[in-house]
């Protein structure tokens, strides 16, 4: 049986979409929670990386004894590869703050339980 | 070349002068005088700008550069390739420049106020009001939609940091709630832009638009439907609508006042922007201007009811000011050009009212260093004069003749009853004497009702420059309401061209 | 006992019930009050657009909203306990509303 490389990774981009909300929803550790929200974000790079795949396309840089009809038709789309770059260089950062948060809230609870530290304070 | 390069200053002049504040730690004189000095720069580069686009990096659609077109083969000069934007570009109108004014104006309210209130003041705080306000201007001007993404994604953590910098109470955990909302909308946002550029091949708006009209693409087909429910969905994150109105309250109240007064002005024009942007692609859709004003009504019900059930007077603004972010949404809902017009005039008299009530309501902070109104009272003795401003501003955004919230909000009810919605009309006149009420009840509790006995009155004056900033901001209120056609001549180019 | 009692000394009960910690003064309930009535009128005034699909179908959601109104009199102090900072609440809205505008996007436009 031949499958289908792009269309299997769409399922698992879908799927990593699937289980990253559902761990954000349900898991009450935070930073269960944070890897949920990572495996949302990877869900979605590995989304636009699929959308760039061409098969059979070539790498898209234009070489100087290329013909420029022949690349034109057969390489890759670059616009995709630029996005994942920038939105992982996006999600690292923003990782980064929220660790930082909950070091900082771990630190003044001694917990790492969201329905502890994030609960409504009443205000 | 038709490269304008003031637009881009317009966004990289407050980066810049972000990360340089960011390095300066400690130096509080220097910090002040580039602080003031980029504060005031922000607010006069729209105004000299001429309207035009900037295209960064030089690269202008292959129509426009003749020598770049030499030479290439039919494939490409032969189709519609030839049209497209290859690099991100940066559109530039009057609607543009007066957002983009008004939004550096607050910067400087802002960024004024929180100089002379504060002793020792921060660098890394001026770095993040700046960096917000360049994010948002960048999200007003953009015409790339992924670059859009980009801003509001630097948006979000800017105003994570106000919120962390504050030193309220909670604020850590009220950064973290935000922060963790918004890496669900966020990736969701993208994978909405993500659909769009596979369907489209494209991630400039333009681009996208023609490829729609020209037939290369069915516009109905689900998966663009679900590009836009999940575009549509960052943009309830991105400005607060509801499920969101919770928490964007909640990231009021736990600002310190001008940095508040800011946020609700990101709020206010990235709703505007991002919202255009949906109008823009998808306004063939006729469930779109129905969606809009469907969740603009809930976010008025939830946050004017729920700001009249609060105690805390920064989360009563905070909800007054979700709430009136639905008469922005209706305006853009109605979908035609006169309610389009209010709607972004509403927005620009939203943001410049609610920072007024939060600077305002911030000297009570400042005497008191409490925000409960179960504990305040008999402050009009303390400070008759900000509390008429106060007063006044209260009444600006009930909309009362002859400040700028009663032009727009009769120019909305006009236009709900030429688009035969009147009951839109009622609700709107109905929650704006309910958020008379709600404003009259925290005025009355901190500023007329006795003293409290355990209340304390700090001893410290309350600075000039609030008063100032408090007297500015009432000047422009009444300015625009005595002459709505200074702003709204601006904007009905935009609002004509969404139509 | 008017009606005006009826509603506030069940506003009341629900308060007390809800937020132990917090003093219920007039002022709160109110405020409480307030709010009801805020919520139903502008929600039965917004149930009337829906004569642009049809006219019975408005007259019979009105009819439904105004029972519901009623049997389940305060609706603030419930709407509020729902409204509340919690994260796991406000995550668990997030995602409704989510499936609900995918939802509706899908197949409101295919009906529309």
Redo the contacts between chains.
């Keep these: 049986m031949v499958v289908d490389s792009q269309l299997m990774s769409f399922f698992t981009a879908g799927s990593l ?1 699937v289980i990253g ?1 559902f761990a ?1 929803l349900f898991l009450d550790n935070l930073i269960k ?2 890897i949920g ?1 990572a495996f ?2 990877d ?2 790079n590995l ?2 990386i699929t ?1 760039g795949y061409k098969p059979g396309g070539i790498v898209y840089i234009f070489l100087p004894d290329m013909v ?2 022949n690349f ?2 057969t390489a890759s ?1 670059p ?2 590869f630029a ?1 994942v770059l ?2 992982i260089v ?1 999600g690292a ?2 990782l980064a ?2 660790l930082g ?2 070091i ?2 771990n630190k ?1 609870h001694g917990s790492l339980s969201a329905s502890k ?2 609960r409504d ?1 009443g ?1 | 070349m038709n490269a304008n390069a003031l637009i881009a200053v317009m966004v990289i002049l407050p980066i810049a002068s972000a990360l340089f504040l960011n390095l300066l730690h400690k130096k509080d004189r220097t910090i002040k005088i580039l602080a003031i000095i980029t504060a005031i720069v922000i607010p006069i580069i729209p105004l000299l700008t001429p309207y035009g686009s900037h295209f960064f990096g030089g690269y202008v659609p292959l129509a426009q550069n003749a020598t770049l077109a030499q030479g ?2 039919s ?2 000069t032969g189709t519609q390739l030839f049209q497209f934007h290859p690099g991100v570009m940066y559109v530039f109108t009057s609607a543009q420049q007066l957002m983009v004014f008004v939004l550096g104006l607050i910067t400087f309210f802002a960024i004024f106020t929180f100089l002379n209130e504060t002793k020792r003041p921060s660098g890394v705080y001026a770095f993040l009001m700046f960096m917000g306000t360049a994010s948002v201007s960048a999200i007003l001007l953009s015409d790339d939609i ?1 670059n859009i993404f ?1 801003f509001f ?1 630097i948006a ?2 800017a105003q ?1 940091g106000i919120i ?1 910098a504050s030193g309220i109470k ?1 604020n ?6 935000y ?10 946002l ?2 909405g832009i ?1 659909i769009l ?2 369907v489209t ?1 494209n ?1 400039n708006v333009t681009d996208m638009i023609f490829t729609f009209k020209q037939g290369y693409v069915d516009p ?1 087909s ?1 998966v663009i ?2 590009a ?3 575009i ?2 960052g943009w ?1 994150y991105a400005s607060g609508l ?6 964007k309250s ?1 990231v009021y109240s736990k600002a310190l006042p001008h940095g508040a007064a800011l946020l609700q002005a990101f709020s206010v024009f990235t709703l505007v922007a991002i919202g255009i942007i949906i109008l823009r692609l998808f306004s063939y ?3 779109t201007n ?2 809009i004003i469907g969740i603009s ?1 809930i976010a ?3 946050g ?3 700001a ?2 609060q ?2 007077y920064k ?1 009563i603004l905070g909800y007054l000011a979700v709430g009136e972010l639905g008469y922005i949404g209706i305006g853009l809902g109605l979908g035609t050009a006169f309610g389009i017009t209010a709607g972004l005039f509403q927005a620009v008299n939203e943001a410049i009212i609610t920072s007024f009530l939060f600077i305002g309501f911030g000297t009570v902070l400042y005497k008191t260093r409490t925000s409960n109104t179960r504990k305040l009272g008999g402050m009009m003795y303390v400070n008759p004069k900000v509390a008429l401003l106060v007063l006044l501003a209260g009444l600006a955004m009930a909309g009362v003749p002859p400040l700028n919230a009663f032009q727009s909000k009769l120019m909305l009810i006009q236009a709900a009853i030429q688009s035969g ?1 009147p ?2 009309g ?2 709107m006149i ?2 704006s004497i ?1 958020t008379f ?1 709600t404003f009259m ?1 925290a005025f009355y ?1 901190i500023y007329m009702r006795p003293k409290p006995k355990e209340l304390e009155i700090l001893d410290n004056k309350i600075p000039r420059s609030t008063v100032i900033s408090l007297v500015a901001l009432l000047i422009i209120c009444i300015i625009l309401g005595l002459f709505p056609q200074i702003a709204t001549n601006s904007l009905q180019t935009l609002a004509a061209g969404l139509v | 006992m008017s009606f005006y009692d009826i509603i506030l000394k069940r506003i009341r009960k629900i308060q007390e019930k809800a937020e132990e910690e ?1 003093p219920i003064t007039n ?2 309930a109110s ?2 009050l ?2 009801e009535l ?2 139903i ?3 039965l ?2 149930v ?2 829906v004569r642009l699909i049809h006219p019975v179908l408005m007259i019979i959601m009105i009819a439904a909203v105004l029972i519901i109104a009623l049997m389940a009199m305060p609706i ?1 102090p419930r ?2 306990r729902e ?3 919690d ?1 796991n609440n ?2 668990f ?6 499936g609900i ?2 939802a ?3 197949w ?2 295919l009906n ?1």
Excluded: C, W
């Excluded at chain 2, 850590?172 to 709630?177: D, F, I, P």
């Excluded at chain 3, 809205?93 to 989510?98: E, F, G, N, R, S």
């Design positions: 979409v909300i954000a929670k944070i929200l949302l974000a869900g979605v989304f636009i959308m420029v009809s034109a038709q789309y616009l995709p996005l920038t939105n996006i950062s923003t703050v929220i948060l909950v900082i809230l003044r530290i994030l304070k205000e | 290439l083969p494939l490409i992924f980009v994604e979000a953590l994570v962390v909670n850590y955990e009220t950064a973290l709630k922060i963790l909302l918004g890496n669900i909308a966020g990736p969701l993208l994978l993500v550029l596979g091949g991630v109905n689900p439907l679900m836009l429910a999940l549509a969905f309830l509801p499920p969101f109105h919770t928490i909640a859709n006729p469930f129905i969606a009504v008025m019900i939830l004017i009811t729920m009249i059930v105690t805390d989360r919605l009951e839109l009622i609700i109905l929650l309910v009420m009840k509790t | 917090e002022v709160t405020a409480m307030t709010a805020t919520l009128a502008s929600v005034v917004a009337v657009m603030m709407l509020r409204q509340n900072d994260l406000m995550m809205y997030v995602v409704v509303a989510l505008i995918v509706l996007f899908y409101g436009n529309v």
